[in-house]
C-alpha cells in the first residue's frame, strides 16, 4: 500500500482531530464557508440560516463597474516603469499582475457572477496538492509523484455540464486550453469528472515555491484568478515564509480562503494544529475553514483513504448543492479584490510619480551641461576670441591691414574708399577669410559639444537610474557632429549673403562689385557678429583686434549706413545662435530621448488615481456583498 507522507499510518486512520481555534472547537467536517478576513462565515444562501445573497446587479451599474474597470486596464499599460529606482521592481511586479488579475479574473467573473466557482489548489513543492485533488473527485485526474516540480501544467475539473464555461477563454485567457497533460506550461489541461459537483471546479496549481521561476509566476497568477483558494500545507512546511506571504496577498485581496494541513503526525496533531490556528489568527485568517489531514498510507488508487478525505467531500458538496453559498463566495471574493485595486494602485502612482521626478532631474543634468555650451557659444561670439590666429590673418590679408590698422584713426575716410575697393573686387582673399572664419567656429561647436557631452555623462553616471541609461557613445559628441557643424556653419554663411543681397538692393557701393561685393560685406557682416564692444584685447591685440572691430564697422557704415550694420549684426548673429542652439539641442536628445518613455504620459499618478477612484465609486454603487462599502 503506498504511503501517503514520510512515516507509514495505519491502514485505517482514526477520526481527525479537533483544532482548537480561536478558544473554539472546530471540527473539519463542520467547517464554515468564510471570507478569511475574520469579517464572519460565508453560509449558505438558505431558510435555516436566515442569509439571503445580495440582489441581482442592474445592467447599468455591471456596465459602469466594467468601463470603469476597462478605463484603469488603459491607465495601467500606459505607465512605465523603465528607471532603475527601488520602487521601480516592485511596481512593474505589481503592475502586471494587476493586468493580470483584470484579464484573467475581475473582467470575466463581473460579467458572469453565475459562471461555476474556480477552487485553485495551491501549495508549497510536494505538499499533496494532486493527491488531494485526485481524493476529492475520486479519479487519477492530475498527476502526482516524488519528482519535483511534479505539475507541469495546472490541470482544471470540472464537472461535464460545466466544461464548456472553462473549454473558452472567459477566465485565464493566455491559457490555452488542452484535453490532455502537456509539458507547455502555457497550456490548461480541462477535464471532466462527475466527482466533482456542477457549479465548482477544482484547478491544481504549480508549487508557490517552486525552483522553476515560470512555475512561480503562474502559481500566483492563478491564485488571483481564484474565486476560493485552497490552500495546501504540511506539518513540515507549514511555518514556510512564502506561502504566508501568498496567504497575507490573498487576504489583503479579499479572496475567500481555506486550509488543508496535510500529513500530520498524529502525536502530534493537536500541537501543530493549536500553532498553526494561532499563525492564522495572527494573519486575521482566524475565520479561515481548516481541515487537518493526518499521515496515512494511500489506497491503492493512490488516493486518501475515505475517512480522511470524506469531511472535505461533505464540504465541497455542500457548496455545489447550494447555488446561494456560491454566489456569496464568487462575491465576496470579486468584491474583495476590486477594493484591492485602489491601495495597490496608490503604490503604483507613487512609483510612477517617482519614475517622473527623477527623470526630470536627469533631465536637468542633461540641460546644465548643454546650457552651458550654449553659453560658450554666446561668449564667444562677443569676446572677439573667434578673431584670433587664422582669422585675424586672413582679416589682414582681405583689407591690407598693415596700412590700414596704422591709420585708421585719422585716415578713416581714405581707408573706407580702400576697404569698399576690397569688399567688391578681391575674390582669392575673400574664400580664405570666409574659410578661415567656418573653421575657427567648428572648431568652437566641436569643442563645446564634446564637453557638454563628458559633463552630461558624468553627471547621469552618479545617479543609479542615469547610470543603468548610459552607452559609450554618450561620453563624446556624435560621430557625425564635425559634418554637421560644418554643414551648419556654411548654411548660415549662405543665408548671411542672402541677406546682404536682399538689404544691399540697389546699393551702388555693393552693385558696381556684383558678386565680389556681396560676399565682401557678408564677410563684413560675419566679422561684425564675431566681435562686440565688451572685447578688450591685451598687449599687442589692442590695435589689432580695435583694428578688425572698426574695420568691420566701418566697412558695414560704408555699404549700408550706421543703423544697417547694426541691424545686420544682429539679425546674423540671432540666426547663427538659434541654428547653434538646434545642433546642442539634437546633441542633448541623445540623453533625454533615454527617458523620454517616462514623459510620454503626462501625470502617470494622477491617471492611475482617477481610474482606480472611478472603480472604487462602481465598486461602492453596485454593492456586490449588499453592504456598499
Do not use: C
Amino acid at each position: 500500500m503506498t504511503t501517503h507522507g514520510d512515516a507509514v499510518g495505519p491502514s485505517a486512520p482514526p477520526a481527525v482531530p479537533a483544532v482548537t481555534r480561536n478558544k473554539e472547537q472546530v471540527s473539519p467536517a463542520r467547517a464554515d464557508l468564510s471570507d478569511g478576513t475574520g469579517d464572519g462565515p460565508v453560509r449558505p444562501a438558505n431558510k435555516e440560516n436566515g442569509i439571503t445573497t445580495a440582489p441581482v446587479e442592474p445592467p447599468a451599474a455591471v456596465a459602469r463597474l466594467t468601463a470603469a474597470l476597462t478605463r484603469l486596464r488603459a491607465a495601467l499599460g500606459t505607465v512605465a516603469y523603465p528607471l532603475t529606482l527601488p520602487s521601480a521592481d516592485e511596481a512593474r511586479r505589481v503592475g502586471a499582475a494587476l493586468l493580470a488579475q483584470l484579464d484573467d479574473y475581475l473582467l470575466p467573473r463581473l460579467n458572469r457572477l453565475d459562471a461555476p466557482l474556480l477552487v485553485v489548489v495551491g501549495g508549497s513543492t510536494g505538499a499533496g496538492k494532486s493527491t488531494l485533488v485526485n481524493s476529492l473527485v475520486q479519479e487519477p485526474v492530475t498527476n502526482a509523484g516524488v519528482l519535483r516540480p511534479t505539475t507541469r501544467s495546472p490541470v482544471l475539473v470540472a464537472h461535464p455540464e460545466n466544461l464548456g464555461w472553462f473549454e473558452q477563454p472567459h477566465l485565464l485567457p493566455g491559457l490555452i486550453r488542452t484535453v490532455k497533460s502537456s509539458d507547455d506550461p502555457n497550456s490548461l489541461q480541462v477535464i471532466g469528472a462527475r466527482g466533482i459537483g456542477p457549479g465548482l471546479a477544482l484547478l491544481d496549481a504549480p508549487d508557490v515555491d517552486s525552483v522553476v521561476d515560470h512555475n512561480r509566476q503562474l502559481a500566483a497568477q492563478l491564485l488571483a484568478a481564484a474565486d476560493l483558494w485552497l490552500f495546501v500545507t504540511t506539518a513540515a512546511r507549514y511555518a514556510d515564509a512564502v506561502p504566508w506571504e501568498l496567504l497575507k496577498t490573498a487576504r489583503l485581496r479579499g479572496t475567500v480562503i481555506a486550509l488543508v494541513l496535510d500529513r500530520v503526525p498524529l502525536d502530534a496533531a493537536a500541537e501543530i494544529s493549536a500553532h498553526l490556528g494561532e499563525m492564522l489568527t495572527e494573519h486575521d485568517l482566524g475565520n479561515a475553514p481548516l481541515f487537518v489531514l493526518p499521515e496515512t498510507q494511500l489506497d491503492t488508487r493512490g488516493m486518501l483513504p475515505d475517512p480522511v478525505i470524506q469531511p472535505m467531500r461533505q464540504w465541497f458538496a455542500q457548496l455545489s448543492a447550494d447555488p446561494g453559498a456560491r454566489d456569496a463566495v464568487a462575491r465576496q471574493t470579486l468584491d474583495g479584490a476590486l477594493a484591492a485595486l485602489a491601495p495597490a494602485v496608490e503604490g503604483l502612482a507613487e512609483a510612477a510619480e517617482d519614475q517622473t521626478r527623477t527623470a526630470q532631474a536627469l533631465d536637468e543634468r542633461v540641460d546644465t551641461a548643454y546650457r552651458t555650451a550654449k553659453r560658450t557659444v554666446r561668449d564667444g561670439l562677443q569676446d572677439g576670441r573667434l578673431l584670433r590666429g587664422e582669422v585675424l590673418a586672413r582679416w589682414q590679408e582681405f583689407v591690407g591691414t598693415g596700412e590700414f590698422v596704422r591709420s585708421l584713426e585719422s585716415r578713416v575716410g581714405q581707408l573706407r574708399d580702400r576697404v569698399i575697393a576690397a569688399v567688391t573686387g578681391r575674390p582669392g582673399p575673400s574664400r580664405s577669410l570666409r574659410v578661415a572664419l567656418e573653421s575657427q567656429l567648428v572648431t568652437l561647436l566641436r569643442g563645446v559639444a564634446t564637453d557638454a557631452a563628458e559633463q552630461a555623462y558624468a553627471s547621469w553616471q552618479a545617479h543609479p537610474a542615469g547610470e543603468t541609461l548610459l552607452h559609450g557613445d554618450l561620453k563624446s559628441a556624435s560621430a557625425d557632429l564635425p559634418q554637421r557643424a560644418d554643414r551648419l556653419v556654411r548654411d548660415w554663411q549662405q543665408w548671411v549673403l542672402d541677406l546682404v543681397r536682399r538689404e544691399a538692393g540697389d546699393k551702388r557701393s555693393v552693385a558696381r562689385g556684383a558678386a565680389y561685393a556681396v560676399n565682401g560685406a557678408g564677410l563684413a557682416v560675419m566679422v561684425a557678429v564675431f566681435t562686440s564692444t565688451a572685447f578688450i584685447p591685451t598687449g599687442l591685440e589692442v590695435a589689432v583686434g580695435a583694428g578688425t572691430t572698426v574695420a568691420a564697422q566701418k566697412v558695414l557704415e560704408a555699404v549700408f549706413g550706421d543703423q544697417a550694420i547694426r541691424t545686420l549684426a544682429t539679425r546674423a548673429r540671432t540666426e547663427l545662435i538659434g541654428r547653434v542652439d538646434e545642433l546642442l539641442e539634437a546633441e542633448a536628445a541623445r540623453y533625454t530621448e533615454r527617458t523620454a518613455t517616462v514623459r510620454r504620459e503626462a501625470e502617470p499618478g494622477t491617471l492611475l488615481r482617477q481610474a482606480a477612484a472611478t472603480v472604487e465609486s462602481a465598486r461602492k454603487d453596485i454593492a456586490l456583498t449588499g453592504s456598499g462599502s
